[in-house]
């Protein structure tokens, strides 16, 4: 049976109600300096080797290396993107000039 989540989302222009805060049901978003809603981060357990963790907290210095490994995470994931649609360029190329 699946849990019914205890949060629930809201107008942004919507006034805020007493009711609302006391409820706890509000989930709250950021917002960076152009003014776009930055999605909360979630909490999770993740075990990674001891040798990982201390390479990430010596390359990380005052940032934090959790920052940093979320970081490299979005980096390789945008990475992993770039590198496909370049090998489906490459490959449309090719077949266009087998064709010709």
Excluded: C
């Amino acid at each position: 049976m699946k849990k019914k989540s205890t949060t629930t989302t809201f107008d942004e222009d919507a006034p805020i109600t007493q009711g609302d805060i006391d409820a706890g049901k509000l989930v709250m978003r950021k917002r960076e300096a152009g003014g776009r809603v930055v999605q909360p981060k979630k909490r999770v357990t993740l075990y990674l080797d001891a040798a990982l963790v201390d390479r990430f907290k010596n390359l990380a210095g005052d940032r934090g290396y959790q920052t940093l490994i979320n970081e490299t995470l979005k980096t390789s994931l945008q990475q992993a993107d770039i590198e496909t649609t370049i090998r489906r360029a490459i490959r449309e190329e090719l077949r266009g000039r087998k064709a010709a």
